[in-house]
């Protein structure tokens, strides 16, 4: 589960990342693409994954935020980058992307599925309409990307090189959230999701891996309607002192640039606090 941006101002500076700061061109010549690219944990992995030398494809929604974001990784790092204003519950838009993206930059052999939204509520109070969009985002746009940049990542193993699927799960698919039911059934699903395809996809040379994030600073459940259940998402998070987005950036970073042979299946990113 993630926290609001909000508290950003209580933790400590995150600018001092030890794989920004370690080796640079760990990731010299790949191509890489990320979902929910605007904000967050998404903007986050792009930084890091542009210092670390790979060339990067920025999916989102919000085309002002991906335009500010590109135009600041090619400065501060020379990055080759391309953003696309692209939703990911649109398959024909992520397969018209996915052709700008192997035209523009190459063809991709590292792709992040990190769009996704968390409204919580409790059960009879929940506005279904809320339950429709977690499952278009959170589930079946994170299978629309995998399905569409699979065929990529598979040639890609079998010319020798790494190949990465990381699919953005949540603390919530594995501890309970008595307002988030429904948010935590979409996690659960894609955390099985993942590995039923690292059992597929594995022994073909393409790592897969979920990433189960727990109380960062993102902007994810910002948007929620429910107001006890916002309120109760801030009494969470003030009682930790909460990961931020660069946490869980660093965290992805070193897990694809490791050697090809290793792969870290499943990642869980929480505050020490929570032990």
């Given at each position: 589960?993630?926290?609001?941006?909000?508290?950003?101002?209580?933790?400590?500076?995150?600018?001092?990342?030890?794989?920004?700061?370690?080796?640079?061109?760990?990731?010299?010549?790949?191509?890489?693409?990320?979902?929910?690219?605007?904000?967050?944990?998404?903007?986050?992995?792009?930084?890091?994954?542009?210092?670390?030398?790979?060339?990067?494809?920025?999916?989102?929604?919000r085309s002002r935020l991906l335009e500010d974001l590109a135009a600041t990784l090619r400065k501060e790092h020379s990055a080759k980058v391309l953003p696309l204003a692209v939703d990911v519950t649109d398959a024909a838009a992520l397969t018209t992307a996915a052709s700008t993206i192997r035209a523009t930059l190459g063809r991709p052999d590292l792709v992040v599925a990190n769009a996704g939204v968390m409204l919580g509520a409790p059960f009879e109070e929940a506005d279904t309409a809320e339950w429709d969009q977690m499952i278009d985002v959170n589930l079946r746009g994170l299978l629309a990307t995998g399905r569409v940049f699979i065929t990529d990542l598979l040639d890609a193993a079998e010319a020798g090189r790494p190949a990465d699927l990381v699919n953005l799960s949540s603390i919530a698919a594995e501890v309970i959230f008595s307002d988030y039911p429904v948010y935590g059934a979409t996690k659960a699903a894609v955390t099985q999701l993942t590995r039923n395809l690292r059992a597929s996809l594995g022994p073909r040379g393409v790592r897969v891996r979920s990433?189960?994030?727990?109380?960062?600073?993102t902007e994810l459940g910002a948007d929620m309607a429910h107001e006890a259940t916002r309120t109760g998402l801030d009494r969470m998070r003030s009682a930790i002192t909460a990961i931020t987005a660069e946490d869980v950036a660093d965290a992805i970073t070193y897990s694809v640039a490791v050697p090809a042979r290793v792969n870290i299946a499943e990642l869980t990113v929480v505050p020490t606090q929570l032990g």
């Open positions: 589960m993630t926290t609001n941006a909000n508290v950003a101002d209580n933790l400590p500076n995150s600018s001092s990342s030890p794989v920004a700061g370690g080796p640079a061109r760990l990731l010299a010549g790949r191509v890489a693409v990320i979902t929910g690219a605007s904000a967050g944990i998404g903007a986050a992995t792009a930084h890091r994954f542009a210092a670390a030398g790979a060339t990067v494809a920025l999916l989102g929604r990433v189960d994030p727990a109380f960062a600073v």
